[in-house]
């Protein structure tokens, strides 16, 4: 006797980011029996923003991001929203001790920026992210991923990047 086929199921809970205010709400995006459904918390209760086929979803995750993209938008949900801010804070940070030219202020601030991404990271995996997009895809769901790997290595080579061609530019400049 063999089993029926079981449709996977998965639920990742985070913060819907309303791009018209600015604001997050608590959200939790479902798959199940192949339909996807996006629920956001509201004063009144938990609303139902859709629910669709999964073939009819698509699901790009990058860093601590999900959103999912249903005929033509987006709903963006983040898993701590509050990283967001910390890392605007640390930025400005950053860029104060560089200007007053602090480098053991600079390093704290990079490593509370390593702190920040990690924590971010781990905020994605307790509500539910890989899990999500794994049965969002087994539903039919088209998914992408970028995670923090690729953008630390994209972030770093962009840095690379830039202190070859100051090089360059500089050495050719004292060539002249």
Known sequence: MTMPYKMPSAVFSGAFGDNATGQYFPARAEVSDGFVTLWIASPTGWTQYFRVPAQEVVVKSAAQR?????????????????????????GIAGGVADILDKPRFEMGVDLARTVNVAGAAYSFHLGGGPGFIAAAQQSGARTSRLGYGPILALGCGGGVLVVVVVTLVTLLAISL
């Open 66 to 90: 999900i959103t999912l993209a249903v005929h033509g938008q987006s709903y963006p949900i983040l898993a701590d929203p509050r990283s967001v801010d910390r890392a605007i804070g640390h």
